[in-house]
């Protein structure tokens, strides 16, 4: 066999790049409200076609090297236009760029508004995120670094703006994984030269979705007075009829005396109750209308208006917060919002879409709200990692109840638990929990999906994580992670509220025997409660299917055996939620793209619509089920 001559230069180069990726400046302090306009703050939405260009260099190195941010992109080399926000891989014929990994380039040329140079006031540049290790740059100057992908992260600029001059943002964006990311991976180097080329490496994941990347989210400007609202708190509770309000406002920027008016509005934009120069205090609400999931309420995702106004010698900012009046509380057998028994019949998604990747895009999600309510799911968890905002307000206003799930997926080998990955883990954390706190749809963490729990480090590592995730969540709502291990090896949820498992009965074990899901489901679901005498929870089960595939007598592939497979399944789960059982989550919502593998055809096909959101014969037998429930418990479907 031969092998190349400079394997250390290789690793050395490997070495370099980990470094870039894990230069990790910690958790950003300070609030994240997302930008709204009011009468004191305006945003400047940047997305849009930004020139774009791959560092496909030997290491990846040669933008910083030749540091392409101090001049435009298009003077270091070709350039091609890339939108954001979007993920880079699918917009191209490029094979390479699809599959490619390392530093990739953007910027853009933008002018600000010629109003804001004679205000007093802050002005700041956001992205909402972008996939995994970013750096960005003002005019050549570095401004700000982000580990990590689907949570936003901001700087002041105030001081760095040019008036009646283009300005050139750039962002480099780097999607390699290494032991210590969110989501974990490795990089492999294929040293043998009669096999593969010299400097060839792949890049090794330990999750079941495609590595998109790239900016996915928009980029803004937004305006703020020099004195401002940096975060609002709220933490609701309810008194008989009396909706209780407890807030918590921290104001950012230099300040002496300050006055404070925050003032909650119902729908019919009436002011129910005020509070004057309290930072901290509680608006009490008679008669209060509760947030509701839609299966629970004919008046279901109330959303009352929360208006705070600071004002000081800099003038006033104002800010406006969604909130619902609800709560959220587990005893060992149920789950409870409003102190009434919720019972989850739902789906696992991903942000994933044809061309886009995991770009955000307005109308997919109107589309996939649209068909949770045609299907009757009440519930969804953000697998495998935090998704848009603009999810979870339609999540908010809908009445979807969301369990807010971390990039904690395919923690799998010893190296994942190290202290160096613990405490970016509880970095990101922090990140999701400051940002999703004040959301009435959001009514438990999960901090993982499937990590490897029968691990010894597991139970120290989780113990942390789930205690940190509690003591920072003001409102203590209930925490989890997803389980795959036996009730007898695992040894972290006995840190969970909710057991939340995944099993797929009859398709990864005793393939095309159906007539095994009941015996082996329910044993399996009793044991766990009697391990854990907490509520369960099963958030993924199912089959793949390919559309247009029937098959009698039925077979795996076949929409026909899919549809079996989740028939069997609701017999059990119908059976115990008379008991313990709290929820079901088909594995599922749609078909998305995955890694090529001998096992997936054209990505994973176990969701009951195609990736192009059309319904497969199981979505109908879904539905069925979904709305049977829905007539039993509620008489009520909207």
């Excluded at 260099?57 to 030749?66: I, K, T």
């Excluded at 995944?502 to 766990?528: K, M």
């Excluded at 594995?587 to 090529?596: R, S």
Aim: glycine fraction near 6%; proline fraction near 4%.
């Amino acid at each position: 066999m031969a092998v190349i001559s400079n394997k250390k230069q290789q690793l050395y180069q490997l070495l370099l790049l980990s470094f870039l990726l894990q230069s990790c400046h910690g958790a950003i302090k300070g609030g994240m409200l997302f930008p709204r306009d009011t009468e004191s703050r305006e945003t400047k939405d940047l997305s849009g076609f930004w020139n774009f260009r791959a560092d496909k260099s030997q290491n990846r190195n040669a933008g910083f090297d030749q540091q392409w941010y101090k001049k435009p992109l298009a003077k270091t080399g070709a350039v091609i236009d890339m939108p954001v926000p979007s993920s880079f891989n699918d917009v191209t014929q490029d094979r390479s760029l699809r599959d490619f990994v390392g530093w990739v380039w953007y910027d853009r040329q933008f002018y600000p508004p010629l109003s804001w140079q004679h205000l007093k006031q802050r002005i700041v540049l956001r992205f909402e995120s972008a996939h995994y290790f970013s750096k960005v740059w003002l005019n050549g100057e570095e401004m700000m670094t982000h580990d990590g992908g689907h949570l936003p992260f901001e700087v002041d600029i105030t001081t760095k703006l040019l008036y009646g001059k283009s300005n050139q943002i750039t962002a480099a964006v780097n999607n390699t994984l290494s032991p210590h990311t969110l989501p974990p991976g490795t990089i492999e180097y294929k040293t043998d030269t009669n096999k593969y080329p010299p400097g060839y490496f792949v890049q090794n994941l330990q999750m079941d979705f495609f590595n998109y990347a790239g900016i996915h989210r928009p980029v803004k400007l937004y305006t703020t007075p020099l004195v401002y609202i940096d975060d609002i708190t709220v933490v609701t509770d309810i008194s008989k009829t009396t909706g209780l309000v407890n807030y918590s406002i921290v104001v950012g920027g230099s300040h002496g005396n300050i006055s404070s008016q925050v003032d909650l509005y119902d729908k019919d934009d009436v002011i129910v109750s005020s509070q004057k120069d309290k930072l901290d205090g509680q608006l009490s609400v008679s008669n209060a209308h509760l947030w509701w999931p839609y299966t629970m309420s004919n008046e279901s995702a109330y959303l009352y208006t929360l208006k705070v106004s600071i004002t000081s010698s800099h003038g006033t900012d104002v800010y406006r917060l969604p909130i619902g009046i609800r709560t959220v509380k587990t005893t060992n057998t149920q789950l409870l919002i409003n102190d009434k028994p919720f019972y989850c019949h739902g789906v696992a998604k991903h942000e994933d879409s044809d061309f886009r990747g995991k770009g955000v895009d307005l109308p997919l999600i109107t589309k996939d709200f649209s068909l949770l309510k045609w299907l009757g799911a009440n519930c969804f968890r953000t697998s495998h990692y935090p998704y848009a905002d603009e999810i979870l307000d339609m999540a908010d206003r809908q009445g979807i109840v969301v369990i807010d799930e971390s990039p904690g997926v395919g923690i799998k080998h010893a190296e994942n638990f190290s202290n160096k990955s613990l405490t970016h883990h509880l970095e990101v954390m922090e990140e999701l929990v400051r940002r999703d706190k004040n959301r009435p749809s959001v009514i438990m963490w999960s901090v993982a999906n499937e990590p490897n729990s029968a691990l010894s480090q597991a139970e120290a590592y989780f113990k942390s994580v789930i205690t940190h995730t509690k003591n920072i969540d003001p409102s203590s709502r209930p925490v989890t992670f997803v389980c795959n291990h036996g009730y007898d090896s695992d040894r972290a949820t006995q840190f969970c509220d909710v057991v939340c498992l995944n099993s797929y009965y009859a398709w990864y074990s005793d393939t095309g025997h159906t007539e095994v899901i009941q015996l082996q489901l329910e044993y399996n679901l009793r044991q766990w409660f009697k391990t854990r005498n907490k509520p369960i929870m099963q958030t993924e089960y199912g089959a793949g299917s390919v559309i247009g595939i029937h098959m009698d007598p039925h077979m795996a592939f076949s929409e026909d055996y899919q549809s079996e497979v989740l028939a069997e399944h609701f017999k059990i789960f119908d059976k115990l939620r008379k008991e313990f059982f709290v929820g079901e989550m088909v594995w599922n919502f749609a078909d998305f793209m995955t890694v090529q593998g001998t096992n997936r055809v054209v990505g994973n096909r176990k969701g009951v619509f195609t990736r192009q959101r059309q319904p497969k014969m199981a979505a109908y037998t879904l539905r069925e089920h979904y709305i049977e429930i829905i007539n039993s418990t509620t008489k009520y479907y909207p």
